[in-house]
């Protein structure tokens, strides 16, 4: 049973990055998925959650408007979205489920 994440993106300010999360070792279905992120010295921030049973989300209000989550059942895959990026948005970005599986971590780094 795994969350296995896409490798570390370096972007500049003003483009737009997506991670993806990739689901292994239960039904795809089973349990939504919560996206988090750690910014340098910083806590945990949650991001929003998608439930790939039927494509619904939910968004944090700081990310309102900037963040898309979805979900690919064929490839027991979801997506986070997050365009318009700043530097405030380097971070180490997790996916993880309400069973404590977490993906390793995607680095992205916001940089001119």
């Known amino acids: 049973v795994q969350l296995v994440q896409s490798g570390a993106e370096l972007r500049n300010p003003g483009a737009s990055v997506k991670v993806s999360c990739r689901v292994s070792?239960?039904?795809?279905?089973?349990?939504?998925i919560d996206w988090v992120r750690q910014a340098p010295g910083q806590g945990l921030e949650w991001m929003g959650r998608?439930?790939?049973?039927?494509?619904?989300?939910q968004f944090a209000q700081n990310f309102q408007g900037r963040v898309t989550f979805t979900a690919d059942t064929s490839t027991s895959t979801v997506y986070v979205d997050l365009t318009n990026l700043r530097s405030e948005d380097t971070a180490m970005y997790y996916c993880?489920?309400?069973?404590?599986?977490w993906g390793q971590g995607t680095q992205v780094t916001v940089s001119s």
């Open positions: 070792g239960y039904p795809f279905t089973k349990y939504y």
């Open positions: 998608i439930d790939p049973e039927d494509g619904g989300t």
């Open positions: 993880t489920t309400p069973v404590s599986l």
